[in-house]
């Protein structure tokens, strides 16, 4: 399954830390010290979301987000 990622710096205090995020799944946030490891947490967290709606008999995750790079 693939799904869009959003990975963006973020700052707490003078410290850069990175967030990723999956928007077809509400609330499934990773953040850590590299863009790298919060990839890495986030795929975690989205397979635990996934196991968990397949053991309470919910329906899929649909995609529904589109990634495009804009040009200004």
Known sequence: M????????T??????RFTAYCPDLPGCIAHAPTAEKAVEDLKARVTQQINSRKEL????IKNH??????EV
């Not at 987000?65 to 804009?70: G, I, P, Y």
């Open 65 to 70: 987000s589109q990634v495009q790079v804009l």
């Open 2 to 9: 693939k799904l869009a990622a959003v990975i963006q710096p």
């Open 57 to 60: 008999g919910l329906t899929s």
């Open 11 to 16: 700052y707490q205090g003078l410290t850069k």
